[in-house]
């Protein structure tokens, strides 16, 4: 809806390819830790937006990874960009900063000098002033990238041992429950029956037992 209402407003603007998209790639996971909250797809989505309306793109397309790591490149709406980037569908690439396209220095060196460039693609980092068709900040790309792979790494180590410690201190180390549960108020934060959804667990298992295949079981609960 908003993509489509941003092409609408800049309807007749400025679109170097003719009917090629203005990409606008959001990405987060944990690995963005004490940041999430600025980080967070509505956030991203925001500045984004904001930039199209300044810098009159239209036919924009939102790509949106929601719980992706940044060093794993084999996102779904990564992957949807990168092919229509081979079918020579998007003319712009323009992301909240360098971080949201991959916490790999390499790989994202590759894309933004070697991929981005073949294709004549434009690619635009927002916060961090990037912008290949003025070269703006270009120089710096490799350093952002270097630092957004080392605190991929920072985090992912912190994440690990808060992890250990959890589990050796008998806490459990879920930021949610699974269907049929939720998390208690204790310092453990151990795991308690939900009466309210505990009936259809009991019955799933139920169904599950005579038999029934899980797609009849999801047939019956829809």
């Given at each position: 809806m908003l993509d489509r209402q941003i092409a609408g407003e800049n309807k007749g603007k400025r679109n170097n390819g003719g009917d090629k998209k203005?990409?606008?790639?959001?990405?987060?996971?944990?690995?963005?830790?004490?940041?999430?909250?600025s980080n967070s797809i509505t956030h991203q989505k925001e500045i984004l937006t904001d930039h199209v309306a300044k810098h009159v793109f239209r036919n924009v397309e939102f790509?949106?990874?929601d719980g992706y790591s940044g060093t794993n490149f084999n996102r779904p709406a990564f992957q949807r960009m990168m092919t229509d980037i081979e079918k020579e569908l998007i003319?712009?690439?323009?992301?909240?900063?360098?971080s949201r396209l991959g916490r790999d220095y390499l790989k994202v060196g590759v894309l933004t000098e070697i991929t981005f460039a073949d294709k004549d693609i434009?690619?635009?980092?927002?916060?961090?002033?990037?912008?290949?068709?003025?070269?703006?900040?270009?120089?710096?790309?490799?350093?952002?990238?270097?630092f957004n792979e080392w605190l991929?790494?920072?985090?992912?180590k912190k994440l690990r041992a808060v992890r250990i410690?959890?589990?050796k201190e008998g806490k459990n180390g879920m930021s949610h429950a699974p269907y049929g549960y939720k998390l208690g108020t204790d310092e453990k934060?151990?795991?308690?029956?939900?009466e309210e959804?505990?009936?259809?667990?009991?019955?799933?298992?139920?169904m599950r037992a005579t038999g029934m295949t899980q797609r009849k079981i999801a047939d019956i609960l829809n």
């Open positions: 203005t990409a606008l790639y959001c990405r987060l996971s944990r690995d963005d830790g004490e940041d999430r909250e790509y949106i990874d003319e712009t690439i323009i992301v909240k900063d360098m434009r690619f635009i980092a927002v916060n961090d002033n990037v912008d290949s068709e003025s070269g703006i900040e270009n120089e710096l790309i490799p350093f952002k990238n270097m991929a790494r920072d985090t992912s410690k959890n589990a934060r151990t795991l308690q029956i939900d959804t505990a009936p259809v667990v009991r019955r799933i298992f139920e």
